[in-house]
């Protein structure tokens, strides 16, 4: 059965990301992704595909599709993080500073402005091979390559032992999907979330992107894209000093109810500078009871997980990929922030040429017929 996720307490919800991951996250079976488990489906004489988990009870229509990939190689010249060789970030689990907020000088500053934007280039790059007929283990290659190609190590790799490097989540997917050989078909949408470490820091963004004019032509799925989109844009409008921490969720969820969606309340934003997942959360729901005050020099991400239908979520077995409890769509957007004196940078900002970008709401059926009746 899958493992529901909360928080179990509040205690529990005022440690760093990584402490919370540690406690309610770890694989029940560390071994389950290197050696695959003795019941799967019958791997397809074709392609030799099979499905790892055939009695797991699925939320919706999505399988993993294995074999997953060999793990991609980072060459030893590229400045690793910690967790790179034993999958264990103990940077982040140092007591002195789980609950500590780092305030960055100028030069740090800086080296987040560069590996954000980095981030941003390898984001479009993947973005660019969006399409019906792709596998998203062939946009973790993609992801892959670009990241090496700028001197940078994928920060997911080997995080807590996550075997790919980038996180490919496909509609009722709301985070952590692993690459496989699923192919993507017009229709589908997909979070491709990407981290880069370069440098002794880390940059983290994602985008919700459509895969065909299906999509696009999906009422729902546009609804709920676009949504998550709005919901992120309205929370950094608001970032400025003096911020509480608990602010965006109040200001996310009253968006997405607006829209008639909801809100995910297992994950959460987090700090980012040289470690991947610090203090402060970020919270997206409201009446949250996160502690912090926003202030200059301090960097953390927004990234709002937002539902068709509920927000619970359930976990596959492969202690990853978390998915709607009912199996509705869902969507998420993220940037890495650096507050200012007078605001907010967004760090990884679009730019003119990024793919992607906002949609209209395409017209539903009756509407169509009601203008074709009247011209």
């Known amino acids: 059965m899958g493992k529901e996720s909360y928080f179990c307490s509040q205690e529990c919800f005022k440690r760093s990301w990584s402490e919370h991951k540690a406690l309610h996250k770890l694989p029940s079976n560390p071994f389950r992704t290197t050696f695959i488990p003795n019941v799967v489906s019958k791997p397809d004489s074709e392609t030799g595909h099979f499905n790892p988990f055939p009695s797991f009870p699925y939320t919706g229509s999505l399988r993993p599709v294995y074999p997953l990939s060999p793990k991609r190689e980072v060459p030893a010249s590229i400045p690793q993080p910690d967790y790179a060789k034993t999958g264990i970030p103990k940077s982040e689990q140092v007591y002195v500073r789980r609950n500590k907020i780092a305030i960055l000088d100028a030069k740090e500053q800086e080296a987040m402005r560069k590996v954000c934007r980095l981030a941003r280039e390898v984001l479009d790059i993947a973005a660019r ?27 997911p790799l080997n995080y807590v032992h996550f075997p790919k490097s980038v996180c490919t989540s496909v509609n009722e997917v709301i985070c952590h999907g692993i690459p496989d050989q699923r192919i993507l078909v017009d229709g589908d949408i997909l979070n491709i979330d990407v981290t880069l470490y370069h440098e002794g820091f880390h940059g983290d963004l994602n985008e919700t992107y459509y895969v065909g004019p299906k999509a696009l032509a999906d009422p729902d799925s546009v609804r709920v894209i676009e949504t998550a989109r709005e919901c992120l844009d309205q929370a950094i409008a608001n970032v400025k000093p003096g911020m509480l921490f608990r602010e965006p969720g109040a200001i996310i969820e009253k968006h997405a109810k607006s829209k008639g969606c909801s809100v995910v309340k297992t994950y959460c934003g987090h700090g980012i500078n040289q470690l991947f997942h610090c203090a402060p959360n970020i919270p997206h729901y409201a009446r949250n009871k996160a502690v912090g005050v926003a202030k ?38 993220e940037h890495t922030l650096l507050v200012t004196e007078y605001g907010v940078e967004v760090l990884t900002a679009r730019t003119a040429a990024s793919p992607g970008g906002p949609v209209k709401m395409p017209k539903e059926d009756n509407e169509i017929l009601r203008t074709s009746t009247t011209d």
């Open 129 to 155: 091979e969006v399409r019906p007929g792709v596998t998203t283990d062939y946009i973790d290659e993609v992801v892959h390559k670009a990241c090496v190609e700028r001197n940078s190590y994928p920060s």
């Open 296 to 333: 200059p020099g301090v960097c953390f991400t927004i990234e709002p997980m937002i539902c068709l239908g509920t927000y619970k979520d359930k976990t596959w077995p492969d202690d990853w990929t978390s998915v709607t409890a009912d199996g509705m769509r869902t969507a998420q957007f």
